[in-house]
């Protein structure tokens, strides 16, 4: 047996992604000894009886200590908090890293807190579920997912590398790039997609002819596709939307002008309009399913039970 | 063994719908003959490779010539014409329906051409997937699925409830309502979310920020479950949109005026209104869990096997 990638590992955050990650460094011996530490009383004994981590902490700062990987998965809004919180403890050399799905407004809040002795890593991982807490997380959360890595200009590149053999240690394909087109590039694969969905089911509830009963009855014509999306975490989202503002308010603008110029063209019952997006869309699933980044099966199969009346063939997928 | 539900059923289109509803009159023993017609000779051969049928007709008259239940499974825009083509060759008594994603527009376009005789029975059943064609059909699609009848005011209670019979007997459950109603809830359950979705992937599509190849690799963060929507027939949903003008921009007015003031939210920095929305959003989810319109398992259980990257074993599919 090779030598753990680590020493020890302080977990900030048990949720989702901090309990997945948990598992992962059992499960790849990644690590000497793994430190939990959260917020809550309840969540810390909830990650105990899940057995998740070696030691467990209320302290943010007991649990760095010592650390050479420290990790913080918890809500974007409060990673500069904890930067503060730990700062004086970190352990000389330390790699820092944490998981939030916004880089830039995490790199602008810890950095300032962060040792010149400790590595800055910022990472994030793009997979997750609309679930939360210690008992969401799974071992294989991260396989065949991409994680991106945001480094700065004066992190030192073995810790960059360091990180990254973390990240494939736990299943990820790993990315680098700047924090700045980590936005972007979030912002309109993952931000608007989700404030879109919360804000459709907002306004279907908040109908006048269409009862909330009839909504919930008949979603499955599409409608409870965007129900699952917009069930993620309030806490969570309403952190991005805030630390993510100008990127998403970039992409939204685009997104309502090409939806003012589709509301025109079903005005005038321009249908070549309408025709010819719904046909570029198509050539966009297609590119998803060849890079393997979904499944083909109608309805992602969660018609499981039905059969097709034949086996696609291997060009439709 | 009871006597079928219909002597002679004609199909007029035989794509996604049409052949599940030929595959559901044949495990059904539902009528004694079914002839099937379609525009296309190639799609009729599809369909008599698939055994779909007992008589295949490229004349739609031919096909509902005796006919004691004809149904249309044709995109919405091409129901008038059809209707008044199959108009003189309608036996007496004989129930017209069809199975159209739009219904006020479906009755405006139909009923004028049918005669005093028949009686007309519209329908839609909310079941689809994204792929078209006479091979994407299969037995199980409506079974517990709803199929809403939009009977008109002088319809014949009698044909009403045998057209009702005969989703039953497909696995549906079955609702009436008027059509106008019926065009406002799938306006919303079901239009515009379908035009949101093209419209994100249109937009994605366009950026420069942004290259297409990256929205690609990274669509697993929420987007790609739009793309799936937005890759639906083109068509279908160009008349869809044409049909139900109305309802989509009435829908469609009311999501946009409540977008605006997420931005806003999100310009300002208001963190409370979107927690806010984001908490009420996940009531509705969970009334569709209960009702058991879709599955409580993370990302629809797609990832139930952990290795969504790899083409799924044929067992799978
Ligand atoms: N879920 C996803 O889909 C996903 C995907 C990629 C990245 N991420 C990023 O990962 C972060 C964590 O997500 P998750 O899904 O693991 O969340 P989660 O399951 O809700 O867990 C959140 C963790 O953060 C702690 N926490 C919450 N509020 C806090 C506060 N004000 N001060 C200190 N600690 C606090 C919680 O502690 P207590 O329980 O003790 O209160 C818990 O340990 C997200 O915010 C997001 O930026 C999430
Ligand atoms: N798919 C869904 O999710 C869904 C769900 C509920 C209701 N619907 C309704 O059902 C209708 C049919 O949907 P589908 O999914 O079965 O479509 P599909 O698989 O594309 O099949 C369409 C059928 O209509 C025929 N057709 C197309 N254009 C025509 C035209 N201009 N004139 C005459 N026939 C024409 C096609 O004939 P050829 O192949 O011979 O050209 C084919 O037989 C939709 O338009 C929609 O209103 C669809």
Redesign the pocket.
Same mark, same amino acid.
């Given at each position: 047996m090779t030598a753990p990638l680590f020493d020890r590992v302080a977990l900030i955050?048990?949720? !989702?992604? @901090?309990?997945s990650l948990a598992l992962n460094v059992k499960a790849g011996g990644l690590a000497r000894h793994v430190a939990v530490t959260?917020?809550?009383r309840?969540? !810390?004994e909830k990650a105990e009886a899940l057995g998740l981590g070696d030691s467990y902490h209320l302290e943010a700062a007991e649990a760095v200590k010592d650390a050479d990987f420290v990790i913080l998965?918890?809500?974007? @809004?409060?990673c500069g908090?904890?930067a503060r919180e730990i700062a004086p403890h970190l352990r000389q050399g330390a790699i820092v890293s944490d998981?939030?799905?916004?880089k830039g407004a995490v790199i602008e809040q810890m950095r300032p807190h962060l040792p010149e002795t400790a590595e800055f890593v910022p990472a994030?991982? !793009?997979? @997750?579920?609309e679930h939360? @807490?210690?008992e969401?997380g799974f071992v294989e959360l991260f396989r065949n997912r991409w994680c991106i890595l945001t480094p700065l200009a004066d992190t030192d590149p073995a810790a960059v590398a360091k990180v990254r053999t973390f990240w494939e240690a736990c299943g990820a394909n790993v990315e680098t790039m700047t924090a700045e087109h980590h936005d972007l590039v979030l912002a309109i694969v993952s931000h608007v997609p989700h404030l879109i969905a919360y804000n459709i089911v907002g306004t279907a509830a908040d109908l006048e002819t269409v009862t909330q009963q009839e909504v919930v009855k008949f979603s499955a014509s599409g409608f409870r596709d965007f129900t699952r999306i917009a069930a993620?975490?309030p806490?969570?989202w309403r952190?991005?939307f805030l630390t993510n503002r100008d990127a998403v308010l970039e992409m939204l603008a685009r997104f309502s002008e090409d939806l003012a110029s589709l509301q025109r063209a079903i005005r005038w019952g321009d249908g070549d309009t309408l025709f010819d997006l719904f046909t570029r869309t198509r050539a966009i699933r297609r590119g998803i399913i060849e890079a393997g980044q979904d499944t083909a099966k109608p309805n992602f199969g969660r018609e499981a039970t039905a059969t097709p009346a034949r086996e696609p063939a291997p060009g439709e997928r």
């Open positions: 955050g048990i949720g !989702l992604i @901090g309990s959260t917020r809550r309840e969540t !810390l998965s918890v809500p974007v @809004g409060v908090a904890i998981v939030g799905s916004v994030h991982p !793009l997979a @997750g579920t939360s @807490g210690p969401a993620s975490d806490t969570m952190d991005v």
